[in-house]
């Protein structure tokens, strides 16, 4: 099955920025530069900030477990609103393998989850 702009699985890959670079188009997409990850060692393609949630959705989320399901809602209203992420969804779909790079320690609760989630289609509501 494919998501917006013809994105399908094989082509979304999620990694922490901090995890050695293994192939892919890498892709940032947190709005702030990682702690402690020099451009160099991070070996990306692009940085998709205009991808990234806004500064106030971020800063009331803060990572904290018990808002994960109101960030992933408010998120989504962001992406539908985002010109960019159409764009961003072509260029995906025109690559074999695309790696959303994110900073988070959580790996299963972060934006590029709903991203990718979002590229592929996916109904996280």
Same mark, same amino acid.
């Given at each position: 099955?494919? &998501?917006? =702009? =013809?994105?399908?699985?094989?082509?979304?890959?999620?990694?922490?920025?901090?995890? *050695?670079?293994? &192939? +892919?188009?890498?892709?940032?997409?947190?709005?702030?530069?990682?702690? =402690?990850?020099?451009?160099?060692?991070?070996?990306?393609?692009?940085?998709?900030?205009?991808?990234? $949630?806004?500064?106030?959705?971020? *800063?009331? /989320? +803060?990572? #904290? $477990?018990?808002?994960?399901? =109101?960030?992933? #809602?408010?998120?989504?209203?962001?992406?539908?609103? %985002?010109?960019?992420?159409?764009? /961003?969804?072509?260029?995906?779909? +025109?690559?074999?393998?695309?790696?959303?790079? /994110? &900073?988070?320690?959580?790996?299963?609760? %972060? *934006?590029?989850?709903?991203? #990718?989630?979002?590229?592929? +289609?996916?109904?996280?509501?």
């Amino acid at each position: 099955m494919a &998501g917006i =702009g =013809g994105v399908t699985p094989s082509q979304l890959r999620l990694q922490r920025i901090y995890a *050695e670079p293994d &192939g +892919g188009f890498r892709v940032l997409v947190d709005r702030l530069w990682p702690r =402690g990850m020099s451009k160099a060692r991070a070996e990306l393609d692009e940085w998709f900030k205009d991808a990234a $949630p806004s500064t106030e959705l971020r *800063e009331w /989320f +803060g990572h #904290r $477990p018990e808002r994960w399901e =109101g960030f992933t #809602r408010r998120y989504l209203q962001e992406l539908e609103n %985002n010109d960019a992420v159409v764009d /961003f969804a072509a260029q995906c779909a +025109g690559r074999p393998e695309t790696v959303l790079l /994110f &900073g988070a320690r959580n790996e299963q609760e %972060n *934006e590029a989850v709903v991203l #990718r989630d979002y590229l592929l +289609g996916r109904n996280l509501t």
